[in-house]
């Protein structure tokens, strides 16, 4: 019944900037920590951001901080996350997922995750 859907992913020149969403349906984002994470093929998927249930400051990968963005639009009930800067190394399938869990930034702790959305950054 729980389905996440993310959508913004496409092809940028290094120093660009995408922006992803994630429209969640079956479930109010606010009874969820939400996570971004990211996968190249043949490595393991990565945590890339994650935000409470309070929203805070959000949580990064050393790799990304400083340059993505995790936040919430509650009315819209969607995620999005904002990357800046966007370097060939955050090339990556990203995905969107939702967890009750405090351990946000452990794949293992997710229980719900959208489809997939493909981001490409060329040199």
């Known amino acids: 019944q729980v389905h996440l859907d993310e959508s913004g992913g496409g092809l940028v020149q290094a120093g660009g900037s995408l922006r992803l969403s994630c429209a969640v349906s079956?479930?109010?984002?606010?009874?969820?920590?939400m996570g971004w994470f990211r996968q190249v093929s043949g490595k393991e998927r990565e945590f890339v951001a994650a935000i409470s249930r309070s929203g805070g400051s959000g949580s990064y990968a050393d790799s990304v901080k400083g340059r993505f963005t995790i936040s919430r639009d509650y009315a819209k009930n969607t995620v999005y996350l904002h990357m800046n800067s966007l370097k060939p190394e955050d090339t990556a399938v990203y995905y969107c997922?939702?967890?009750?869990?405090?351990?946000?930034?452990?794949?293992?702790?997710?229980?719900?995750w959208g489809q997939g959305t493909q981001v490409t950054v060329s040199s």
């Open positions: 997922a939702a967890t009750s869990s405090t351990m946000v930034a452990v794949k293992s702790e997710y229980d719900y």
């Open positions: 079956g479930r109010a984002i606010s009874s969820s920590a």
